[in-house]
């Protein structure tokens, strides 16, 4: 089932990021301002089903207010990305995404991520075995910029004679990684394609957006159907509120709310995850006020989850 056609445009998504967008996190945003859809934190297709596998698997859970929900798997096997899809259909996901935009050089070295654009082959061979594995959900490549204009075109043309329901473009190359200004031209010029190989597909672009004034903006301008955010929830926790001129959040809003995030963390994983992971979300939370640096420092030498709550609370 395509559940990408179903959505109202534009479409919101979450993008996946690793320690970011994890259960917790995603159950934090669908409580205050829930994007259309949303991704888990990327994981790997291989360590599935390796001896890691409890600690992988804790990638995969999700509660029903999360749907339509994504499993973002990584990896360069087809065998082990078949294995992987067949296991998230199991788990009743929405979709399964395969990820071909990753510029992290330990991943690329296991010519996964960003080291299968325009690996042609390769990448058919993945998504045939996907499709086969997991027939019932949707599937979509998420992938970026080639360095090379008229290799980007033909990697897009590829993937979009291919079997699958969207196709998600970080409008950067695997060099740039998150650093210049994201090509949104490049999105349109997709669209444009899309259009004349395979209108079925949707098209999501990300990179750069910070508001959901932003997501109208693009989509109107390059008539993409939906919009990703990643970075920028890290800004803003509520970016999804569908409203042109959001309520400004004051300095309680946004502390109760990573006391809130706190405990549901503490709440979910107890002593299996190290509560310090809750240490990257300070800058999104402590920020604005009077004396917020100092105390995103206390924060961050803190030792103990409890002494963490107290700062927190005291605040």
Known sequence: ANFWKNLKK????????????????????????????????????????????????RNLEY?????????QL?????????????????????????????????IMKRSSGAALINNQPLVGEIISEVRKAAPDISLSIKTRLDKNPDLTKDWFSFLLSSDIDALIIHARTAKAMSK?????????????????????????????????KEILEKHNKYNVDGIMIGRGILQNPWVFEKSENPQTKTKSDYVSLFLRHAE??????GESKNFA????????????????AELRQELMLTKSYDRFKDILNDI
């Open 74 to 106: 990584w990896g360069a096997t087809p065998e082990s990305l078949e294995e992987a899809a067949k296991y998230v259909q199991e788990l009743r996901f929405d979709g399964v995404d395969i990820n071909m935009g990753c510029p992290d050089k330990a």
């Open 10 to 57: 534009p479409i919101t998504a979450l993008a996946p990021m690793d320690e970011v967008t994890d259960y917790v996190f995603r159950e934090i945003i669908s409580e205050i301002a829930k994007p259309d859809v949303l991704f888990t934190e990327f994981t790997s297709a291989d360590a599935l089903f390796s001896n890691g596998h409890r600690r992988i698997a």
């Open 63 to 71: 509660t029903e207010r999360q749907r339509p929900i994504v499993a």
């Open 264 to 269: 549901l963390f503490h709440e979910k994983w």
């Open 180 to 212: 210049g200004k994201a090509d949104w031209e490049e999105i349109g010029r997709a669209v444009e394609l899309r259009d004349k190989i395979n209108p079925k597909v949707t098209i999501i672009g990300n990179g750069d957006v910070k508001s959901y």
């Open 277 to 292: 992971i809750l240490k990257k979300f300070a800058k999104m939370y402590i920020k604005g006020f009077k004396g917020s």
